[in-house]
């Protein structure tokens, strides 16, 4: 796996996991931390965004 799909796999499992905790608490984690819709959180949002786009080409690889 190159350092690519690790880092968009990571981005990937961060955003499920901010998700569930919207669903499960009402608590989003990226607001919380980076301020609510900050330049920062938004620039967050946007990676896992691309990188959940990027998963999909993961999940036809043939390796």
């Known amino acids: 796996m190159k350092v690519i ?3 968009a ?3 990937v499992i961060i955003g499920a996991i ?5 669903g499960i608490f009402n ?4 607001d919380a931390i980076f301020g ?3 330049v ?6 946007i990676l896992v965004g ?3 786009l990027w998963a999909i080409k993961l999940l036809f690889d043939n390796k």
């Open 9 to 11: 796999l990571l981005l």
């Open 27 to 30: 608590f989003n984690l990226v």
């Open 5 to 7: 799909d690790k880092i």
């Open 40 to 45: 920062i959180s938004r620039i967050i949002y």
């Open 36 to 38: 609510v819709m900050s």
């Open 50 to 52: 691309i990188s959940g």
């Open 18 to 22: 901010n998700w569930g905790l919207i």
